[in-house]
């Protein structure tokens, strides 16, 4: 692909080159350009990409073309043509959000599935019919189980951050969704990195698939200054309150490897001052996102959180990044830095 590729070159439906004009995008990324024609024609796909490489938009746009090129014989309730399965509900209601940013100009109809809130209101959305599906593997499952979902008509499936689906131990909650699915049918692949066992899932799941590869935007991230503070396990709240009350930051991630001390740091902070706040698994819903809109807004002066609850937070520049536990691999170091210096800032 050269850089003269655009969005109508590439032979998007009308209403969707609107909606990519609406959303200010001049130009496909290296991942949609490789993507898209290939997911438009129906094929497989497995891909190495992470957040911030344009991925969602990258499957999303193919996807609708599909569907509004292709229109279903009869609509049933509750029994979507493509389901998009994702880690974590922040993920989820990020991805919907884009298939309906996507998706302005189209009349098809898309849902979000997550738990940790009242599955009722989703039971009922799922009695009228529905194109598309983001969910987590977990409700989707409860849906199977409740008969409020019909996975049979599937034509198209997704598997977004498939790596941390497996981190997160979701593997046989996937395998049994695939089971309820038409065997004839795409599947595209996304992950940042690939174990063997993704490498396994892919040989299992994808038919002659396209690979793409895309470098993050932060593998030479020369803007980032790194910092190594040496100190005593039992210091090492004291000095992260006494380091960023010190230097006047503002909205600061920090990572922490547990729930629990993301908890413990969190209340520490607040103790001191500070505007603090967890995000977890553990939170509910409305704690989190009440925790994400305030860190957004800057009221929230320090986000404490897990790796896996940090993945759907999409803020593309943040000013400062504190690793209060190293991650277990390198990936994870890369990438959570990578939220600083984006877009020519330091
Ligand atoms: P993603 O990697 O899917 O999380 O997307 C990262 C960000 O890039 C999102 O905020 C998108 O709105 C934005 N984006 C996606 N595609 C483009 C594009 N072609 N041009 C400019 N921005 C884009």
């Not at 987590?136 to 409020?148: E, F, I």
Request: proline fraction near 5%; charge should be positive; hydrophobic fraction near 40%.
């Amino acid at each position: 692909m050269n850089s003269d590729t655009t969005f109508a070159s590439l032979g998007l439906a009308a209403p969707l080159l609107q909606a990519i004009t609406d959303a200010g995008y001049t130009h496909p990324t290296p991942i949609q350009a490789q993507a898209i024609p290939h997911v438009m024609t129906g094929g497989d796909l497995l891909a190495a990409a992470q957040t911030g490489t344009g991925k969602t938009a990258g499957f999303t746009l193919p996807i609708l073309h599909r569907l509004l090129s292709q229109p279903a014989p009869k609509q049933q309730p509750g029994s979507p043509r493509v389901v998009i399965l994702t880690p974590t509900r922040e993920l989820a209601a990020q991805v919907e959000e884009s298939v309906r940013l996507y998706g302005a100009h189209t009349r098809i109809r898309s849902l979000v599935l997550f738990g940790g809130v009242n599955i009722n209101p989703q039971i009922r959305a799922l009695q009228k019919p529905v194109d598309l599906v983001v969910a987590t593997p977990g409700r989707v499952l409860d849906h199977c189980s409740q008969k409020t979902i019909d996975l049979s008509r599937t034509e198209t499936l997704v598997l977004d951050e498939a790596d941390r689906m497996l981190d997160m131990g979701f593997i046989r909650d996937i395998r049994r969704v695939l089971a309820l699915m038409p065997k004839q049918r795409q599947n595209l692949l996304f992950s940042a990195t690939f174990s063997s066992e993704i490498r396994t899932l892919a040989h299992q799941i994808l038919k002659d698939p396209i690979e793409v590869s895309v470098a993050p935007r932060n593998t030479t991230a020369e803007r980032i200054t790194q910092n190594v503070v040496l100190t005593e396990q039992s210091h090492k709240r004291e000095l992260i309150s006494h380091i960023i009350r010190e230097s006047g930051w503002h909205q600061v991630l920090v990572f922490c490897r547990t729930k629990h001390g993301a908890n413990r740091l969190a209340e520490k902070l607040c103790k001191d001052g500070l505007n603090a706040a967890a995000l977890h698994g553990n939170k509910s819903q409305s704690a989190r996102t009440r925790a994400l809109d305030g860190f957004k807004s800057g009221k929230v002066v320090v986000l404490v959180a897990t790796d896996i609850a940090a993945r759907g937070i999409d803020i593309d520049q943040l000013p400062y990044v504190i690793n209060f536990e190293l991650p277990q691999v390198p990936e994870d170091y890369v990438h959570r830095i990578g939220r600083t210096g984006r877009a020519g800032s330091d």
